[in-house]
């Protein structure tokens, strides 16, 4: 296994360290500044998860930097991805910091999209890869988590909902780039 692969295998084994600081309660008192409040797990998990997120890019640039590119990291790399934003999105719905509905959107955008690539794989179509709306989508999902994670922080001392904002934004940006994704792809679905 490449370097490439190993840091992608590194990102899914780090999902369930992740879940481990949001969801078990370490009686730990909270950070409070005025009328904010953060618990310590969720500072390790956020603190995780940018670098779990930021390995997203490192292992790609380094594919196509070292000429690494298999098809086990251009499997491995969006379940990957899927993985970490989906466990982190239910995680939020869990801890009561995001509707469902936008949970669910993402997610079965996520799975749609990646039913549609292993049809592709399975009938050798040329690999799908990710649009600069595929691109923007995991930028914004990211950022909307970690506004979510960090309890809008700064933004709830000039009462501005940016965590909301960021995940209706990300809720849209998703769908969006998925029906992208299925009208750039549709000659894959009238495969026979």
Do not use: C
């Not at 909270?30 to 953060?38: K, V």
């Not at 499997?75 to 509905?101: G, H, N, R, T, Y």
């Not at 079965?108 to 049809?119: H, K």
Request: hydrophobic content about 55%; charged content about 15%.
């Amino acid at each position: 296994m490449n370097l490439a692969n190993r840091i992608t295998v590194a990102r899914i084994f780090l999902v369930p360290v992740i879940l481990f600081f949001l969801l078990v309660n370490l009686n730990l008192p909270p950070i409070r500044i005025e009328s904010f409040s953060i618990t310590y797990n969720q500072i390790i998990a956020v603190l995780i998860f940018i670098v779990a997120a930021s390995t997203d890019s490192l292992d790609g640039y380094i594919a196509r930097k070292r000429k690494m590119v298999t098809s086990l990291g251009m499997l491995l790399d969006p379940l990957a991805d899927k993985l970490l934003i989906s466990a982190v999105l239910i995680s939020l719905v869990e801890m009561q910091k995001l509707d469902a509905w936008i949970a669910i959107v993402i997610i079965s955008r996520e799975f749609a999209v990646t039913g549609l690539r292993m049809v592709g794989l399975q009938q050798n179509y040329p690999i799908i890869s990710a649009s600069a709306w595929g691109k923007w989508k995991t930028g914004v999902q990211i950022t909307a988590i970690i506004a979510l994670l960090i309890n809008n922080f700064p933004f709830t001392f000039v009462h501005v909902p940016f965590d909301l904002i960021a995940s209706w934004v990300a809720a849209i940006i998703t769908v969006y780039s998925g029906i992208d994704y299925f009208l750039k792809n549709k000659t894959l679905l009238e495969l026979k």
